[in-house]
């Protein structure tokens, strides 16, 4: 295990800054039933980064992702969002405050039609600004655009994962959790969406918490980065920092540059 | 790479010759099942005899032709089934990718296209059709008092479609809104002596509140958990009426319930009655017809406020629970109001049916409201295709009506002889053609949801699709 130490990051605008990350997770513990899935978690994403986190099958990552979100909740430990607490809050309640999330597996509504997913996305917002937010995210996927009027769950799999970032980009979010959204999907497809992901970040200022298999991609485009093994944070650094560090080499990069 | 494209090229080829051996093997199978099923069934007639012993009376030939029935209608069906797959394998499905981009009307919004205009004039002019067919209004009133029975079912069907076919909540018990509805009526009119108007909207109250209170308990659960908590919930409703006697009269009901008035003046044939007030002659079918517009505009009622809903926010959250529950919560809903909220309005149209039934009968007993009723009002949003309003209204015309027509099967006599009764055969053959119909429909008869925004860009979007050829 290398001792990347925390956050000299390459990228000096958030080394500098010395406030308070936009959604602070600290000494998280989650459980399934008596089965402890993360075992105290500590993790920062500072406003305007994309961070993120990579790990083997059954890490936790998107259990830490789902924590977030308050479903399951976490039995210790504490999640601060934007200077609240929303450790203990609804989900329903924590997507209100401009936190969004592409869960695993899409999760979109098969039998409704994308321009109808994309409507339950503004849900929050009660549609205010929809047509605008809309042309938006048609500008960012025209593949969605073409397709408004199809069932989302007759849509390829890539098409799928684009309406399921669509429809989160929806509420207008500050902070945009995405879980693997390269899954399953072909080289070129994956290198549009994080095409997407930077666009996002570098001109709207979006913030991203990605959490990724595809180990590579990810550390490229993220500023930082973290690494999960068995519910718990082993290394953390900048992008640049992991890729280069040989045990994350070993772990996850093996024959990964695809 | 090169084998396996002769066999995709050979495949479509080899479909037309169909393996007929495998069918035929499979239609005699099904022939010999219901064989075994005739036997104990089937194949003997007991009658007492006048020295009160079983006399067994063979019917084999009966048999022979139940089993012959069987093996034509699985050959029937096989040879279908195979030549539509074969045709399907011959083109390929224009469904897969265009179906909702290209701009043909799907089946639901083709039916709701001429089957909506055509349902709704016949449902308006009906006691007129009726009374023509009949020749006079007199002689029309059990094709009206049909018509009353099955518009309820179809006001059921539409209230319990918000819950089932909408939000996706399975409920079992729908049956004990529509009681609660009922007795609110019978209760309120007998005690504190209100009229109806006032009733109703109490009564949908009153039933809203209790699907708030099935919701509370029951929200954690999903599918086959929640349909049993509801099916429980209908039945302590039932076993509480027939059992606190002092509030609801018990097994015995409530009777002389106050008949329905036209807002104010009752259909009798007195001085103030609404014959005279309108200077007409005085009959009873204009109670009857009355009774029938009521239920038709409730019904109309609860369908257009379903539309109107699909169409707002707490419509879509219905269907996107449906869907998928933790995206939902995800997204911001709060799925606690939104499972209520379908609850109790879906509630809320039971206790209007229920205390339209209860003015209509004037007379209500727990008998009304057993778990059969509930079935059948599932059955309806089944077989209609959940969510889609007009299935639902046609299948509430067939399970309704089809039973009934069903009594005229008088033609059967010279096939199985003179004692065959129509009625001991009724239900058979409606199970049966219900089992046939979920083999042609599996899901439903408009299985297909129509989107709730249609926009005007759609010709558009497809016109540039097919000059970049994506189509
Ligand atoms: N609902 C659940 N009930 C019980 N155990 C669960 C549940 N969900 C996840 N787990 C367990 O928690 C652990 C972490 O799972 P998680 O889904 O967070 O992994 P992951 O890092 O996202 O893996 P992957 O990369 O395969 O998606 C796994 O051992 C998994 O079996
Ligand atoms: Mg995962």
Redesign the interface.
Known sequence: MSAATPLPADRPAFAATGRTPLLSVRGVKTFYGNIIALKGVDLDVNEGEIVTLIGANGAGKSTLMMTI?G?PRAREGSITYAGRDITRM????I??LNLA?S?EGR???????V??NL???A??N??AHFAQDLERVCALFPRL???????GG?M?GGEQQMLAIA?ALM?RPRLLLLDEPSLGLAPLVVKQIFSVIKDLNERDGMTVFLVEQNAYHALKLAHRGYVMVTGTITMSGTGRQLLDDPSVKAAYLEGGRH | MSAPAPALAAAPAARPALDLQAILKDALLFALVTFGLCVPVVAYRTDLSSTSALDLTPRWGLVAILCGLVFLARLAQRLILASRDARRALTPSPRQATEAVDATPNAAQSVSRFGLPLFLGVALTFPLLAALGTGGLSESRYWIDLGILILTYVMLGWGLNIVVGLAGLLDLGYVAFYAVGAYSYALLSTTFGLSFWICLPLAGLFAALWGMILGFPVLRLRGDYLAIVTLAFGEIIRLVLINWSDFSGGAAGISSIPRITFFGLPFTADEDGFAASLGIPFSPMHRVVFLYYLILVLALITNLVTLRLRRLPIGRAWEALREDEIACRSLGINTTNTKLTAFALGAMFGGFAGSFFAVRQSFVSPESFNFLESAIILAIVVLGGMGSQIGVAIAAVAMVGGPELLRNLDFLKPVFGEHFDPNEYRLLLFGLAMVVMMIWRPRGLISERSPSVVLKERKAISGSLVKEGHG
Do not use: W
């Open positions: 979100f479903n609804p989900t329903h309640e997507a209100r999330q869960p999760r979109i509504f098969p039998r409704m039609t321009y109808e409507q339950m996305g849900a929050v009660g549609g655009k073409e397709r408004l009027h199809q069932r007759t390829s429809r509420s």
